[in-house]
């Protein structure tokens, strides 16, 4: 019980936002891609949901793969509506047979969708004129929609920072300290002014129960001007540490939960861009240091960052020193 009575003495950070109840935990607290790990239910979906967030924050794949859905999708219902009304509300129609005329009707609602109007099929009739008129409309609506998401997402403000997949108990000066790395990995893409807070969250025994506490680490550096390369940031174990002596039995005893926030000044969009993820226990590994990443260019003028050797490391070890 002594490393429990040593942890409750230390000051916790109680402005984290997280509860300290252990029982109302699943899981991690933050995602590796920087989101909070929580599910809201208790009101009706559409009450929650909002289509507007939801579009600018899903990945790439998933949003155009959505507009692409949407587009078949909306086309497929007028192209029934249409098929229901029958072909002699229309002139110009080629093709004999349901299918046939079914996929004349598609491609006309595409034309009308997207105000192409090609023209060889055109309606006649006055209720196929309303439907036609109804889906133009609906056409300019949604495109007008779709250009505004796709403005949103390419000019929100966004880190492109890549941490390493691990973080590292490694040899530091006399003693040891937890250890993790990140760059911005696009090109012509530096960041400035970069503050860094990280956290850790265990659990400890406080009056007979376990509860959850909240430390913020010192660290080596918290802050950086600049960003051409990679930071790795440092948080020696020493006794004034909250994992003073912590091995990887302690760690996952206490459920221990390391959580980042990076927030930087972006020069591209002139605005303050911030990026969040956390390694639990099981993601932090003793005894290995990180391996360079940098090496000169053939012509010797540059310094290349190998990014693909951010998450790199190797044994070391704990009598060396960095």
């Known amino acids: 019980m002594a490393i429990s009575l040593r942890r409750v003495q230390l000051k916790s950070n109680e402005d984290t936002g997280f509860g300290t109840n252990p029982d109302n935990y699943g899981g991690r607290f ?48 007028f192209a029934s509506i249409y098929f229901f009304i029958g072909s002699s509300q229309f002139q110009g129609i080629i093709q004999t047979g349901p299918a046939g005329i079914f996929k004349e009707m598609y491609f006309f609602s595409t034309e ?70 990140f760059a911005a990995y696009k090109d012509n893409h530096t960041l400035t002014n970069l503050e860094i807070k990280v956290n850790a969250a265990l659990q400890v025994e406080e009056h007979g129960k376990q509860v959850f506490k909240f430390y913020e680490l010192e660290l080596e550096r918290s802050h950086v001007e600049s960003l051409p390369m990679n930071w790795t940031v440092v948080h020696p174990l020493t006794a004034e540490s909250p994992l003073f002596e912590y091995n990887r039995e302690d760690m996952k005893k206490a459920d221990l939960e390391i959580y980042v926030s990076v927030r930087a000044f972006d020069d591209v969009y002139s605005n303050v861009v911030q990026q969040r993820t956390s390694y639990t226990y099981d993601e932090i590994l003793f005894d290995r240091k990180f391996v360079q990443m940098y090496r000169e260019s053939n012509d010797g003028k540059t310094t290349i960052v ?10 070391v070890s704990t009598a060396a020193k960095l």
Not at 306 to 315: G, I, S, T, V
């Open 30 to 77: 933050v995602n590796r891609d920087g989101t909070f790990n929580v599910k809201k239910e208790g009101l009706p979906f559409f009450q929650r949901f909002s289509l507007y967030h939801t579009m600018l924050n899903m990945p790439t794949w998933k949003f155009y793969g959505t507009l692409f859905a949407f587009y078949l999708a909306v086309n497929f219902v």
């Open 112 to 181: 009308t969708y997207t105000t192409v109007g090609y023209g060889r099929v055109n309606p006649v009739g006055d209720l196929a004129n309303s439907v036609s008129a109804i889906e133009s409309m609906l056409g300019f609506l949604s495109f007008a929609i779709a250009t505004g998401l796709l403005y949103g997402r390419f000019s929100k403000p966004k880190a492109f920072l890549l941490f390493s997949k691990q973080a590292l108990v490694s040899p530091y000066r006399n003693g040891k300290a937890l250890m993790f790395r």
């Open 306 to 315: 190998e990014l693909h050797r951010l998450h790199e490391h190797k044994e």
